[in-house]
């Protein structure tokens, strides 16, 4: 048998997808970094065997790692790969973490590694017929951070020299949020976007949409609004709309004459694709 001790260091900064299994990402996007990764190649003696050690990367409570074994062609896959092994098996830091000794394809099975910047030592040990080889990883896998957002939608609203509309923009959750008012006419187009403007946890904040208007350069005075948002962490917006109408007294002074409060429909939280996350900056 043919032992040989590699040095995998280049290797433990490539970034690759691999399949993760509900379960152990609770179905949000993830991120993978290889921590190890070599081909067992089967001699003509029916034995092969790779050492090595490798560094821990990549740590942290939101990390787990898994030891990744293919053996033989993908399912469905178009390129030329080795023949399988017979047996396979992988000691990680002193622990048998697979032991295979029949027929076995892809695997994937949970691991510990040492802290971060520790050394980890792996030995795989294969048999089968000359020239088989098995490919062994091991991977740290955490979620990737996902800008999820929304929309508080006001249908509709007319402002003039008497009437005045509002909104109340809440953040009902303890994660900061980016958000902007976009304001729409009646035809549906656009009347003009606002910069992002950040809202903390828990804040709320009131807009008063004729200043929105005159700060936007538009004219518009009669049509929809939507509050959209983005953030990080969990955040969910809640808001409201409030029309106050005024008409003047006897003696020519403004009074109220009516105030009215309309709760608005709230979109979200949802993943945002790219192209929408990148309009809010977000720390």
Partial sequence: MRASRLSVLALSCLSF?????????????????????????????????????????VAGDDVDYFLVVDNGCPQGGNTTCPAPVDTLTVTLNQNVVFDEQGPFGHARRPVALYPLNAAN???????????????????????LPVVVGGRSVLPFAAISGNVKVGMIVHNAGPAPMVF?????????????????????????????????????GSSW??????????????ARVSSIAREVRT?????????????????????????????????????
């Fill in 180 to 216: 902007r008012l976009e304001l729409f006419n009646p035809d549906g187009s656009s009347a003009g976007l606002t910069p992002p403007h950040p809202l903390a946890g828990h804040a709320s904040i009131t807009l008063d949409l004729a200043t929105v208007a005159s700060n936007l």
């Fill in 17 to 57: 997808v691999l399949p993760v299994a509900a379960q152990d990402a609770a179905d949000l996007p993830t991120q993978t970094r290889v921590q190890f990764h070599a081909a067992v190649p089967v001699d003509a003696s029916g034995q092969g065997q790779v050492a090595a050690s490798f560094p821990t990367t």
């Fill in 221 to 234: 005075t009669r049509g929809s609004a939507h509050v959209r948002w983005a953030a990080l962490g969990h």
């Fill in 247 to 283: 008409a003047p007294d006897a003696s020519g002074v403004l009074r109220v004459i009516g105030v009215q409060e309309m709760a608005l429909d709230d979109w979200g939280p949802h993943p945002l694709g790219p192209a929408e996350a990148a309009l809010f900056p977000l720390q």
């Fill in 121 to 143: 030592d792996i030995v795989a040990s294969a048999t089968g017929a000359a020239g088989s080889a098995v490919r062994v990883a091991v991977v740290a896998v955490r979620p």
